[in-house]
């Protein structure tokens, strides 16, 4: 199975504008680290970013989920003919 499908950039939108825009300081790589909007001067912690984008986020998540999970169903169905094939007694629908 090919995981590299699953990998998603999920653009973060300032809660105030929605822009997708933001100064920060590079050397700092914590949630605390303060970032700027470049479009309407909003300053907010990276936490406080993830935060207002959580329910875009979880529909992302979701929507791998489900990706996820449709795949290895198909895979399983896929094993399943292949390891019982010859048998007349099973059938698959």
Same mark, same amino acid.
């Given at each position: ?11 973060? @939108? ?11 300081d590079?050397? @700092? ?17 990276? $936490?406080? @970013?993830?935060? $207002?984008n ?6 992302h998540?979701? $929507? ?10 198909? $895979? ?18």
């Amino acid at each position: 199975m090919n995981f590299d499908k699953y990998d998603r950039n999920v653009s973060l @939108l300032c809660p105030t504008c929605g822009s997708t825009q933001f100064e920060y300081d590079e050397t @700092l790589e914590n949630d605390y680290a303060k970032l700027r909007c470049v479009s309407c001067d909003r300053k907010m912690t990276k $936490e406080e @970013l993830i935060h $207002e984008n959580s329910e875009n986020i979880d529909e992302h998540m979701g $929507e791998i989920g489900k990706q996820a999970v449709d795949d290895v169903a198909k $895979e399983m169905r896929k094993s399943l003919k292949k390891a019982f094939g010859g048998n007349k007694n099973i059938k698959f629908k």
